[in-house]
């Protein structure tokens, strides 16, 4: 099965964009729609300290009637990021984006950023694996 530091490397865009915390919300859904991304690192200095996503902009600002542009990333973005490594599988990361309502899981190693998987990369990445199996099944079946 694959793992993420497999799907890492064949993702196309391999940037991993993040904001300040002390940023305004305004400026962090700014740059997702520039960027066309549903979510956005939150760091200080290279340490990740908080993930904001469309998600945290609804519930936090726009359904609570709060102005994005006073408002500051660190009073919204979800603090207790939940990460994974390059050894997990797509199917550990899969499993965690379910049981926890994910979207998007920082890949972290020695305190260090390595990248960013999105639910569509290992989805991506499940389906060619399942179309491996199939195509080596069907191989194996005629012969």
Do not use: F, W
Request: proline residues 1%; hydrophobic residues 40%.
């Amino acid at each position: 099965m694959t793992n993420v530091a497999q799907v890492l490397q064949s993702k196309a865009d391999q940037e991993t964009v993040s904001i300040r915390p002390d940023a305004t919300v305004l400026e962090a859904i700014s740059l997702m729609a520039n960027k066309g991304i549903g979510a956005v690192l939150v760091m200080d200095q290279d340490q990740v300290v908080g993930i904001l996503s469309e998600r945290d902009y609804t519930r936090k600002i726009a359904l609570m009637q709060r102005s994005s542009d006073h408002t500051h990333v660190s009073e919204i973005m979800t603090a207790s990021v939940i990460s994974v490594q390059r050894s997990h599988t797509v199917e550990d990361c899969l499993d965690l984006m379910t049981d926890r309502h994910l979207r998007h899981l920082p890949v972290i190693e020695n305190n260090q950023l390595i990248g960013l998987v999105s639910i569509g990369d290992l989805v991506k990445a499940a389906m060619e694996d399942q179309k491996k199996l199939i195509h080596q099944l069907q191989q194996y079946i005629s012969g």
